[in-house]
């Protein structure tokens, strides 16, 4: 009798563990993301908040579309778009071109050499990301330490225009989002089989041949795992492009933070939110499919 | 039990290591090592676990360059040659299947590496896996297939691409017992079939015995001895390999009186002289070891007529009973444990020889391997 209520106990307690990171997403992800999806159907009025209600006193639904409509027939914020998707996907390749060289080594390194490689990746992590951008004001700066190092060697007579441009906001994404880039790849590298790579060269492979026939696609689950992790904090990034880029720096999180806090149009905001969070599900869902296709192949 | 001996080898050595050693910064894994094998030989190297077969292995396939030494193949030098440059392949300890590949792209692979043609590739995948009975795998994943399947697909790629030399890298180890023997005849058949030289690491001593034409037993990075399963068995070397390779029953002594191709040896742990044959010339008191197979040994409750034979006597301590064969655990007066063997020839309804039973063990000079080193 008491056992049973013990092994009932035992089974609500199972479920409720399981339940745990459901209920995290539940009250962390999508009771936001149903309130975001509810002020972008309203319209903005001067008042407290700042947007209309979803029903009427009547009950009558007053909801509209007008918001994403605006979005999509808007050109700046569709170029807005494009060009965020561009700058985070270019910031994507450089990192993952950066990285996996970067992983590599440091997986075939000697294990004394390694986890000092590797504190050397997380270690930026000790120091929070807004000292880190600024301090790469601080480096960019037409006055800043590259200009003034540049000018002290005699190469350049006048600053150059670093800092507020592109290519500052490049640096900035690179520098912060390497990390989520080598730390997959390292740890997909670190654990094949390295058996693999001597076995294709055994077999007449060139060492560029069995990189590509073996070590790239058994690293392909850290390579995509990688480019998510950057790809989707790129694309939302606010700080980078607000502090280093210029004023013309069209990228949807500054774009995002300007309709909320500047215009006050929480509905126009929680619109571009939306579209964002689309943009980048659909990328998601069809890698996540097409991962599990590739297991499900070899299972 | 010696599988095919030394059919064709030809009058220079077909693969040749001169002096091959390999450290690892102190460590020596191979220590100067010297070989020679002949074409269409197979060859086994054995040794224990972390003696430096694979190591040894490694540097023939060309996946570590030796610190010192040259390796030679069918006369040219491969030494400074990369891996995909040498006409050798290896078939891995740990398979090295890729698993991102069908078995019948794994097998292809080695074959579109060296550009042959579409058509050609197609024939020769699946001839080699009907070889290996394999045929029916030939589009699954490697992770949807049996260790033993796996490790017919490992030797399939490695002998689709026809090299002058496989190496095999412990090739059974992951089969049970009646499959690795099933496939102890297949790769001789294989070998026999394609004449390939093959040599194959292994630490499973009866399998060295069936398979090769040659074994050399290995320990600490050294060669002990190089020489056919016959001789390495009957005529061991020194002490290490006698005991490595099956049971043996070691005295040790010091030479009482010498001459006329016999021996005397006077052995505490035997408790009476020991007669031993020998070439070598040796000086009285000079250390030896006399050993002794379990299965030379003959037991009786009698003492033997003859004087010839060394004759010791003591009392069954242990026995146990295999279906064909006997073995006996002997305690001399010494305190000495001999072990001896016998076939059980007859069938009787009662055991020949019970616990404490007095004994007496006896075996004829000849059967008795001298051993200085
Ligand atoms: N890359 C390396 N660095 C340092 N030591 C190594 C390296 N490779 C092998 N060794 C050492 O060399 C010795 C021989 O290794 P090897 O792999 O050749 O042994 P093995 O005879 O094949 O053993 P096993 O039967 O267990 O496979 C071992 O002690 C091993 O630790
Ligand atoms: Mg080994």
Redesign the interface.
């Known amino acids: 009798m008491s056992a049973g209520t013990d092994k009932g106990r035992d089974m609500l307690w199972q479920r409720f563990t399981v339940a745990i990171p459901y209920i995290w997403l539940l009250i962390f992800f999508l009771a936001p993301f149903a309130i975001i999806l509810k002020i972008s159907t309203a319209d903005p009025i001067i008042a407290q908040p700042p947007f209309t209600p979803t029903f009427d006193d009547g009950g009558a639904l007053l909801a509209t579309a007008d918001n994403y409509k605006f979005l999509l027939t808007d050109k700046l914020y569709i170029i807005t778009y494009l060009k965020s998707v561009s700058m985070a996907a270019t910031a994507t390749i450089l990192c993952l071109l950066l990285g996996f060289p970067m992983a590599y080594g440091i997986a075939r390194a000697g294990s004394a050499a390694r986890s000092i490689l590797l504190l050397l990746v997380i270690l930026p992590f000790w120091i929070s990301f807004l000292l880190r951008v600024y301090a790469w004001m601080g480096l960019l700066n037409n006055h800043g330490v590259i200009n003034n190092f540049l000018m002290w060697l005699g190469i350049i007579d006048a600053p150059l225009q670093l800092i507020y441009t592109d290519f500052a906001i490049y640096i900035g994404l690179v520098y912060s989002y390497l990390p989520f880039m080598i730390l997959p790849l390292y740890a997909i590298l670190e654990r094949m ?1 390295l ?2 790579v ?9 060492p560029s ?1 069995a990189f590509w ?2 070590t790239w ?2 690293a392909r689950p850290g390579v995509i795992a990688g480019c998510l992790l950057v790809f989707i904090p790129a694309m939302g990034e606010y700080v980078i492009p607000y502090l280093l880029g210029g004023p013309e720096a069209l990228m949807i999180g500054r774009v995002l933070f300007d309709e909320f806090f500047v215009n006050r149009d929480w509905p126009l905001a929680s619109s571009v939110a939306i579209v964002l969070l689309m943009m980048l599900v659909v990328p998601i869902v069809f890698l996540q499919r097409s991962q599990a296709k590739d297991a499900g ?3 | 039990m010696t599988g095919n001996t030394n059919k064709n080898t030809g009058s220079h050595p077909f693969i040749e290591l001169k002096d091959l050693s390999k450290h690892f910064g102190d460590f020596v894994a191979v220590d100067t090592v010297n070989l020679q094998i002949g074409r269409g030989e197979l060859f086994s190297i054995l040794g224990a676990s972390g003696c430096g077969k694979t190591t040894l292995l490694r540097m023939m396939a060309g996946f570590e360059t030796p610190t010192s030494g040259r390796i030679f193949i069918d006369g040219v030098d491969v030494t400074d040659q990369a891996p995909y440059q040498r006409p050798v392949n290896m078939m891995f300890q740990s398979y090295a299947i890729f698993p991102h590949m069908t078995v019948e792209k794994n097998v292809a692979y080695g074959l579109e590496k060296d550009r042959v043609s579409k058509g050609e590739i197609k024939t020769r995948v699946s001839e080699i896996l009907e070889l290996v009975q394999l045929t029916r795998f030939s589009k699954r994943k490697p992770n949807q297939l049996s260790g033993g399947e796996r490790q017919r697909v490992a030797l399939a790629r490695a002998l689709v691409k026809r090299p002058k030399v496989l190496l095999l890298d412990e090739p059974l180890a992951a089969l049970d017992k009646k499959l690795r023997e099933h496939t102890q005849f297949e790769l001789m058949n294989i070998q026999d079939e394609l004449g390939i030289t093959f040599v194959v690491v292994t630490h499973d001593q009866e399998e060295a015995m069936i398979l090769s034409s040659r074994i050399a037993v290995m320990e600490k990075g050294r060669f002990e001895q190089v020489g056919t399963p016959k001789e390495v068995y009957e005529y061991p070397d020194n002490r290490f390999v006698a005991d490595f390779i099956g049971t043996i029953n070691m005295f040790e002594g010091t030479v009482e009186t010498a001459g006329d191709g016999s021996i005397s040896v006077a052995s505490d742990e035997a408790g009476a002289p020991l007669t031993g044959l020998t070439d070598r010339i040796m000086e009285n008191g000079v250390k030896v070891c006399i050993a002794v197979r379990p299965e030379k040994i003959f037991i009786s409750q009698h003492e033997p007529e003859n004087q010839e034979d060394t004759c010791l006597p003591g009392v069954v301590e242990d026995l146990g009973y295999f279906g064909n064969l006997s073995l006996y655990r002997i305690r001399l007066d010494s305190g000495k444990i001999v072990q001896v063997s016998a076939q059980n020839r007859r069938r009787s309804a009662e055991r020949f020889l019970e616990w404490d039973d007095r004994v007496f063990i006896s075996w004829p000079p000849r059967s008795a391997i001298v051993l200085t080193e």
């Open positions: 089989d058996d693999l001597d076995a294709a060269l055994d077999l007449g492979a060139r041949q026939d073996v696609p058994l192949g070899a299972a």
